[in-house]
């Protein structure tokens, strides 16, 4: 079983930027697709952005794209997600997850399900 735990959420004014990291207990990148989610007060979760096992490619939620990037790690097994000009609708609680996977098409790759999830961190977005 891997562990994933997150850092780096908090309280930002809106137009500002944080950056989250999500650290895994042992080596599984080499095999792993990563990504983030959020869920929202009264939502349901969704996914935010996603990158496949090689660092090769990326996918993001429309809402978030042009904002937030994804990247890893794998020497320190991490993977983090940079969110620049945050809205208040980026308010939510963030997961990160992993999936297993050596495929590319990172849209579809986590329709299929997520295999490990992280404990999640808050990002509020408010003046």
């Known amino acids: 079983q891997v562990e994933l735990v997150e850092s780096g959420g908090g309280l930002v004014q809106p137009g500002g930027s944080l950056r989250l990291s999500c650290a895994a207990s042992?080596?599984?990148?080499?095999?792993?697709?990563m990504g983030w989610f959020r869920q929202a007060p009264g939502k349901e979760r969704e996914f935010v952005a996603g990158i496949n096992y090689s660092g090769e490619s990326t996918y993001y939620a429309d809402s978030v794209k042009g904002r937030f990037a994804i990247s890893r790690d794998d020497a320190k097994n991490t993977v983090s997600l940079e969110m620049n000009s945050l809205k208040p609708e980026d308010t939510a609680v963030y997961y990160c997850?992993?999936?297993?996977?050596?495929?590319?098409?990172?849209?579809?790759?986590?329709?299929?399900?997520?295999?490990?999830w992280g404990q999640g961190t808050q990002v509020t977005v408010s003046s």
């Open positions: 042992r080596r599984i990148f080499s095999s792993y697709a």
């Open positions: 997850a992993a999936r297993y996977s050596r495929g590319h098409a990172v849209d579809v790759i986590f329709d299929h399900g997520v295999d490990n």
